[in-house]
């Protein structure tokens, strides 16, 4: 949906002032946290996923670079599907001084409600290339058909 907005000029300099404000409330209140420490290297981080619905099934797919598959736990309870896991640090033993971390270590967790068309019991996985590709097949009633339609004479 696109919006246009008019601009009212009398209003500019309050805006400003509250960007100001904001900024200055963001800056003070995450002054404190270190973002070049190896702590907040470890903090959870949360893998992007994709969900497609296809006719017979549906897919999740989530990126997870760098995470080995025996650390990727799968599970279902109920109607929810949970991924689990840990993507572990490799310490650079061979520099003196690290200057930055950048990338996120450390535990994740994604959950999702499944719809009551899923086959719990025919879930698969598969891991190549550091993507997660869980295919979530629906059950046969599920399944969009045909239906013919029969004409009175």
Known sequence: MLTLTR????????????????????SDGLSGLDWSSREAAAAAWTPPVDVFEEADAIRIMAEL?????????????GNVLTISGTKEQV???????????????????????????????????????????????????AKPRTIEIAVSK
């Open 65 to 77: 670079p760098g995470v080995k598959p025996d650390n990727v736990k799968i599970s279902v309870e």
């Open 7 to 26: 601009w009212n000029r009398d209003l500019a300099p309050e805006l400003a002032a509250f960007e100001r404000r904001v900024n200055r409330l963001l």
């Open 91 to 141: 310490a650079e033993d061979r520099t003196e001084r690290v200057h930055r971390y950048e990338r996120t270590y450390g535990g994740f967790e994604r959950t999702f409600t499944l719809p009551a068309t899923v086959d719990v019991g025919a879930i698969k996985a598969n891991y190549e290339h550091g993507v997660l590709t869980v295919t979530l097949p629906k059950v046969e009633r």
